[in-house]
């Protein structure tokens, strides 16, 4: 083996291990799977595909409590009772009380509107930003899902990260998941750059054979911004279709004041 065979052996060699260095130096380590076989075993792990592509409601008590992003110390400033229900293939209906007053906003695939409690309107909103992909039910973190998946798995800081591409806000999604359990333990993205958002999933549980997170914790740049306690989920109930549509015809767009203020679309018991 003559003198520059050796060279570029060692050179090669040298590089090889620059690489592992930094790979593993920042939490990364080769390709171990398929993205494909990890989300098929978070399927799995959740009560299977089937079960969840069957689903035909679903409706949740939760706790939100919102936290002051500039203070030294995370303290809740705002708790409000959420209720949120889904109903196949496309209606969601979100409704949320801060003191007395509450707010409502459905999406259908025909019309979406936001219900103003303090000045008794409706506001019809443009379904540009809709999220179009409905493969799945948009419950967090399933609904991550619905987006174009890369087909690469990477082992980052003890979890499997799968990367989805969200084309409406052009951002990557990373997803990560238990190398044990392959249930989906936090999300993260960016905003062109700008500011980084992070979910945390925890305290997963089963009910009627489907398993979701009970509790998820949200940072902005580092600090807490948000936590989510689920009370209660109640799947494949009845729901009247006629919660998911505005008091008055659904418009294109623009404010319509109402005469009266509406039902609140779920009990608190």
Known sequence: MNTRMILSSKIKWLLASLIFFFLNSNGYSPQVSTAKTVTN???????????????KSRIS????????????IATA???MDYYKGFQAPNNYLDAWYEGLQYTILSETSTCKWLYDDTDISVMFLSKKRNRQSTTYPRIKPLEILNFQMIDSVMVENGFYRVDFIDTDWNRIMSVYFDKTSYLIKKHSYSNSGIDKHEYYYDDYREEHGYKEPYAIENFVDGKKYKTIDIQHISYNVTIDPSVFEPPVNCANEGTVQLERRMAFPFSKD
Do not use: C, H, T
Request: charge should be positive; avoid cysteine.
């Open 41 to 55: 075993r978070y399927w799995e792990a959740i009560g299977g595909k089937k079960k969840w592509s069957e689903l």
């Open 61 to 72: 008590v939760e706790k939100v409590n919102l936290y002051q992003s500039d203070a030294p």
């Open 77 to 79: 400033y705002k708790f």
